[in-house]
């Protein structure tokens, strides 16, 4: 096989791979003060979600986190829905977000990343902050998989967040 045709094999293949899968980073971090401890059965109100970017968007990013995170808790028997139970109130602001194109990051990684950065706290219910919250993903490269990132970036974001957080909870 001449080398041409194996470089071109070679560029079929990573071209095919990069259409059907993405990648990018992903980073979060959930930090309860040392002097706190946890009570059993603590559950978690969703507070404020603010966008903190500056930007305005054509979509509402504060409802589409904020549903993100209402979704994930629920769905990890996490959410406070009132009652004597102690709690936790979670709180999240968009401090960078970008919709990013497939298009693009199929022809150039790098080239129309989608991005989301969240950053959060975590009060007592006496408004006394006792954690914080920090959460980044990006869908930097890749093809038709990553169609629509823009929409799932928040719900990967939000079941981060919410992985980490249930780990010190419970």
Same mark, same amino acid.
């Given at each position: ?25 992903? $980073? ?46 629920? $769905? ?5 829905? &009132? ?26 990684? &790098? ?12 009060? $007592? ?18 093809? &038709? ?21 249930? $780990?010190?909870?419970?």
């Amino acid at each position: 096989m001449s080398l041409f045709r194996s470089y071109s094999l070679y560029a079929a293949i990573l071209a095919a791979l990069l259409f059907v899968s993405g990648c990018g980073t992903v $980073e979060q971090k959930v930090a309860l003060d040392q002097q706190y401890s946890v009570l059993p059965g603590t559950k978690v109100e969703l507070g404020t979600v603010k966008n903190q970017t500056g930007q305005s968007f054509d979509i509402d990013v504060e409802k589409m986190l904020a549903d993100a995170f209402s979704q994930a808790l629920k $769905e990890r028997n996490l959410q406070w829905t &009132g009652g004597s139970t102690p709690k936790l109130v979670l709180t999240a602001d968009i401090v960078e977000y970008s919709k990013g194109d497939a298009f693009k990051r199929w022809l150039m990684p &790098g080239w129309g990343s989608t991005v989301l950065v969240v950053r959060g706290a975590l009060y $007592e219910s006496d408004n006394r902050q006792v954690g914080s919250v920090d959460a980044k993903r990006t869908v930097d490269a890749g093809g &038709g998989y990553t169609i629509g990132a823009w929409e799932t970036i928040f719900r990967n974001v939000a079941n981060d967040v919410i992985l980490k957080l249930a $780990e010190q909870v419970k």
